[in-house]
């Protein structure tokens, strides 16, 4: 589990740095600036679960075919493509959307010069979708083979010429203009086709990948193949979705309170975003061995990898909780300039929020490798509803009614945040634990898998 989840954990840590690389730059050109890139980001968050949640579909069914065997090659190539072609599909519908983000915004209640900056981000970030979405696909392949190493390699490349693209479009360098939140948005968009580019040319380079083929009849559909991503992607994306969603909200209720709010609330979630990319990594560790093993038909590998991925995230996030309480002021000071008075009081802010973070940890590492090692069995409309209900039936009217029925501000959102989650993660290892008495069992997966091959 380590040898696979390491590289992927990695490297959704250096996809994660992008983000923290491109705030911290922001937070030296003013807090409005970096405010607007938060809000702008959410909102673009907000629909990323759509793509991604396409993208993932794939990587439980790859690993599944791999664990076959039977006509692996052929299918994990058809997957591959049906995944591009959703990808494609989804980046349609939300770009005239995220186009029109100021008035999505002001309507949401941001001030009118937050809401106009945060339009300039969107327009600027929102060509990632597409490549990402065609990177993630292509890492889920990867996953699939248990070859997370050239992902890896390609993302660390993408966060070294993102800090550059960042530092030379936010600030004007080599005689460009300066194009502060724009700026920042442009270089994510860059960086995103160095990602999908770079892992595409290893793929189709590399002489024991390239006998796949992944690009070989393109144009050919798979409709069946086409439909069983999105029956397994939707459920995927509109977890994500719940989950991103209510941490969106949480943001957006911080601009009802104050800039000071929201930049704390930006350095405290990116933070613990960075944290949560190490359990992200076991996650989809789990998903593909655990799909390789119900692929298949054995269970005992398949249980033996959910529970190993399970142990390691609550490790690692009791280590991260650690340091959150411990040093936050340190932690802090990486983001915020303390002897702004402004950066002042949202530092002082920003520590708060962090301890909060601190006593969830361990709850996201459980409730997001759960549900990867459910994902591997193909099971993804239950989690969804677990997200629903945590995030949105308790989290969120917990949040509202602390912050602003109790007054407790922005301690009173984190509280709520904690509360979900942890419902979350309950539920989640609760369903793991009892997978056969739901009737999860690999044997029966597999069985149902090799219908239509016998058909």
């Given amino acids: 589990m380590l040898g696979l989840a390491w590289p992927i954990a990695l490297t959704n840590l250096s996809q994660m740095a992008m983000v923290a690389t491109d705030i911290a730059f922001l937070g030296r050109v003013s807090a409005e600036a970096m405010a607007a890139a938060t809000i702008g980001g959410n909102l673009f968050y907000l629909f990323f679960p759509l793509v991604f949640g396409v993208a993932m579909a794939t990587a439980p069914m790859l690993a599944q075919a791999r664990g076959r065997k039977l006509h692996h090659v052929r299918d994990m190539r058809r997957t591959v493509r049906q995944g591009f072609w959703g990808c494609a599909l989804v980046c349609a519908l939300i ?3 995220l186009w029109h983000a100021e008035t999505l915004l002001l309507r949401i209640g941001q001030t009118p010069e937050i809401a106009a900056l945060g339009q300039e981000y969107c327009r600027a970030i929102m060509w990632e979708f597409l490549p990402f979405g065609w990177y993630m696909v292509l890492r889920g392949f990867l996953a699939a083979l248990e070859r997370p190493l050239p992902a890896l390699v390609v993302a660390v490349t993408a966060v070294l010429l993102n800090a550059l693209f960042a530092w030379v479009l936010i600030f004007g360098r080599f005689g460009l203009p300066a194009l502060g939140v724009a700026g920042a948005g442009i270089a994510s968009a860059l960086s995103g086709c160095v990602l999908f580019l770079g892992l595409l040319g290893v793929i ?27 029956r397994i992607g939707i459920p995927i994306g509109a977890a994500f979705l719940f989950e991103i969603g209510v941490f969106n909200a949480a943001a957006f209720m911080m601009g009802w309170i104050s800039t000071a709010s929201v930049a704390a609330h930006a350095v405290a979630i990116n933070l613990a975003s960075l944290t949560f990319m190490v359990p992200m990594g076991l996650s989809q560790a789990a998903t593909a061995r655990v799909g390789i093993a119900a692929g298949a038909g054995d269970d005992t590998a398949a249980g033996r990898a959910g529970w190993t991925a399970l142990g390691l995230a609550a490790c690692f996030m009791a280590c991260s909780a650690t340091v959150m309480i411990a040093m936050p002021h340190v932690l802090v000071r990486i983001f915020l300039d303390t002897q702004d008075v402004a950066g002042t009081e949202a530092a002082a802010l920003a520590v708060r929020f962090l301890t909060l973070a601190g006593l969830f940890q361990i709850a996201d590492g459980l409730q997001t490798v759960g549900a990867g090692a459910l994902r591997g069995l193909s099971d993804t409309r239950v989690p969804m509803l677990y997200a629903a209900l945590g995030y949105w039936g308790i989290g969120f009217p917990l949040a509202i009614g602390l912050a602003f029925g109790a007054g407790l501000g922005g301690p009173g959102i984190w509280f709520g945040l904690l509360a979900g989650l942890v419902v979350v993660a309950t539920l989640m290892v609760r369903r793991w634990a009892g997978r056969g008495r739901f009737g999860l069992t690999p044997g029966a997966l597999r069985g149902a898998s090799m219908q239509p091959e016998l058909a």
Avoid: A, H, K, S
Wanted: a positive charge; zero cysteines; proline letters at 10%.
């Fill in 204 to 230: 189709l380079t590399d002489r024991r990948l390239r006998r796949w083929q992944l690009l070989g009849r393109f144009w050919r559909p798979d409709w069946p193949r086409f439909r069983e991503i999105f």
């Fill in 95 to 97: 770009w005239p959307v």
